[in-house]
């Protein structure tokens, strides 16, 4: 088992910045891929961004590359997503998952993760 937990989120004006955070905990967390979604009113849960725990390997959606950063702290098991330019577009719920990698599934997919966080809101106000 592996508990992923959100903290950050909130209001900004577009054109800020803002940061989240995912704690991971739970054995062999060195073994998974973290990943960002995020889900809007009406719309379905999209990849945002994804990192595997153990590589510096990233992965992005088109629609924040050159905007958001995914990284990681092995010392406190923990992933952030840097936020920046933010769009009111960006608006959603943003949620933190966990999944062994090497399975077969694309790092992009939602099918690639067992371990999902509560979200936390992020609104962009234009």
């Known amino acids: 088992q592996v508990q992923v937990l959100e903290s950050g989120g909130g209001l900004v004006q577009a054109g800020g910045s803002l940061g989240l955070s995912c704690a991971a905990s739970?054995?062999?967390?060195?073994?998974?891929?973290l990943g960002w979604f995020r889900q809007a009113p009406g719309k379905e849960r999209e990849f945002v961004a994804a990192i595997i725990w153990t590589e510096s390997t990233t992965y992005y959606a088109d629609s924040v590359k050159g905007r958001f950063t995914i990284s990681r702290d092995n010392n406190r098991n923990t992933v952030y997503l840097q936020m920046n330019s933010l769009k009111p577009e960006d608006t959603a719920v943003y949620f933190c998952a966990a999944g062994a990698y090497g399975r077969g599934y694309s790092l992009l997919s939602k099918a690639a993760y067992d371990y999902w966080g509560q979200g936390t809101q992020v609104t962009v106000s234009s």
């Open positions: 739970g054995r062999t967390v060195s073994r998974y891929a």
